[in-house]
Structure formats: C-alpha cells, structure tokens
C-alpha cells in the first residue's frame, strides 16, 4: 500500500468523455424558419459565479405553396424537423428532435462543453505583480480575485435534479513527468482540477494546456512532512523551523513558477500544518493574494481548517484519499466511498495522484456519474462550504 503522506512529489509512478450542456429552446412550428442560433455565454457572479448559456433564435416567414385542394396540410413535426436541420447547419450544435417534457414545439439543443465554456484567459494583467520571483498572483484594484477568475465556472445539466450531490477530484503531482501530465490533461474531464508541483520544466506550457483543455489548476505547495528530512519535498519547502520572511519568500517562489491558478493546495506538510505558528503567516498571505486553499486531508493534524477561518480565506478539506492503494478494485472502492460522502452530506472532495490506474479508474467512474444523480464539480465549487473531515489515507 503506499502512503501518499511521505512520498515526495514525482516519486510515484507515473479522451476524456464529452460533456454537453443542454438548452431548451421553445420554437414556434407554425411557417417558421430558424435563419440562424448564436450561442452566448456569461457568468452570473450574483449566482455565485456559476455561468449561463442563452440560445438566441431568429425566426422570419417562410413562404410556402399553398396546399392542393383536399390535400391534407403538411404535419407541424415535419416543419419541426425542417428547423432542427437549419439550427444544426448554422451553428454547428445537435438538435434532438423532441420536446423532452418541455413547452409543445420545443427543441433541446446540445451545446458541446468546448463551445459553452472556457476558462477566463491567463495571465490576467488586474492579478498579477511583478516580483523578484516572477508574476505573482493579487487581487485586482476591482476586487477581481484569482480564486474567481480563474477558477473554472459551474455548468449544472439540466438532468440533475436540484440540489443533487456534489463531487470534486483533484489530480496532483503534474508538471514533473511531461508524459504522465499530458495523459492526465487529455484523459480526464474537464472538470477535475489539477494539481501542479513548481519543480517542473515546462510549467508555462503544461499548464496552458491544461487550461486551454478546461481543467481548473491548483499550485500545489511543498511543506514540511512529519519524517523531514529524511523524506524532502524539494527546494523551497515551507518549514517550521525557518522564520516568516524564509517561509514567504519560499511560497513566493512556489507561486512565481506559473500562472493562471485559482487556488494552492499542500504537498505532504503533515509537521507544517499541524503547527499554527507557522501556518498562519503562510495561509494568510494566500488569502491576501486572493486564492483559496485546499487541505489535501492526508494529515489528521492539520490545523487548516481552524485557522482558515479566522483569515476571511476560502478553503476545504478533501474529503477521501482516492488511490492510497494504487490497486484499481481498491480506487474504484475508493470512489464509491466518496459518492456515499456526498450523498450523506451534499458534497465531497477527492484527492488523488496522476498514476495510470488513477487516471483509468477516475475517467471510467465519472462518466457515469450524472447518470447515477451526482454532479461532478471543480474543487473551487466547493471552498466556501465548511471543511469536511481529514481523510486519513485508507479511511
């Protein structure tokens, strides 16, 4: 079994399923032609940042021969089809031809993810301060927060029922095996988050492209463990022997690798999170620069989720430790564990490493997700709600 709590980052071993949103667009069928659909998508911050899709239908006359006499009138599905066609040869989305227990004459529209949702573009020059260490994130002189611009919006379908179970997994230890990363950006839905470590080559790259595959990124920050230093994250890990200035200018480091994250979560730091000293000034600076903050659960210990509060600074804990057995029969257990979570509690956070059979088991189980009545999220969707419990590896 391993122990996910004191392996060092890049010491483990090393297409996803379309999405679609779906839009229920009353037509009249009545003589009318669909000349062209626009698809348009905004974000409601007043819903608490979660985005909407607006099919914008244009309708004209059509004119037509009239009927011979006693020929029967030609049937409004056929009309009905006519206009699915013409919406599906304009604009490029699938039409479903039914009403779905929508308003008579009505038509779904599915809108492929790719075309409904993109993540906002990174850097964006309101966030980022130039430093000694590279551009770091800030919250913008509009209030504009990393943790919301970049954070990947939420798009409810519309076959969830409201207030359906919530699920976020985030997938860490990218950036330091190009193979392994590129698996993960292209394997796993878009929605998973990911989880970056700084010490990788081709971070700019790396997470460009996971952005530009609709992946929320995570700065994944290295802290002390219980067994340093006979088990060392790497350079510029956060300790509890250094002082403040030491350990900032550490996580300014971290952060100064690559842009476009919306939140940081630890790398083992069992010792470091269970000292509050320590953890404080660390946490406090991530609020400050706007992000939110994720326990990765792996530490009993963790003073997180008490001392997060006390700073205004978003965070959670996850909830279950996906692969801390790497066996696919004990991820999959694994997993459903974590849907029982967030059946009992209306969410639950998952962690897990970028292994193979992690990224095998985490694709084959969410593709069935929504229809088992659980919706899938990313872990920004999730930092506002209290933390749940620290998930010993194995539990």
Known sequence: MRDPVNEPLGQAPEARPRRTARIVVAVGVAALAIGAAALLRTVDWRRGGEPYAIARIEQ??????????????????????????????????KVVRSGGGGAGGSMII????????????????RLIEKSRFGLLPRVGADGARPADVYARPVFTSAKLRPGAPRIAVLVGGLGLNPASTADAIARLPAVVSLGFAPYGDSLEGETAAAREAGHEILLQSPMEP?????????????????SDADNLDSLRWQMGRFVGYAGVVNHLGGKFTADAHALTPALSEIAARGLFYLDDGSSP??????????????AAAADAVVDADAAPAAIDAALTRLETLARAHGAAIGVATALPSSLDRIARWSAGLEARGVELVPVSALTARAPGPAAAAGH
């Not at 006693?70 to 409004?76: C, E, R």
């Not at 067994?227 to 250094?242: E, M, R, Y």
């Not at 210990?301 to 978003?314: I, K, N």
């Open 226 to 242: 219980i067994t340093f230093p006979a088990d060392n994250p790497g350079p510029h890990t956060l300790l509890t022997g250094a």
């Open 110 to 125: 599915d809108v492929p993810q790719a075309l409904s949702l993109r993540l906002a573009p990174a850097p964006d020059r």
């Open 301 to 314: 210990r963790s003073l997180a989720s008490e001392v997060a509060p006390t700073l205004g600074l978003a």
């Open 60 to 93: 004209s006359p059509v004119p037509s021969a009239a009927p011979a006499a006693g020929a029967p009138a030609k049937a409004d599905s056929n009309q009905a089809a006519t206009n699915a066609d013409q919406v599906e040869a304009d604009s490029g989305v």
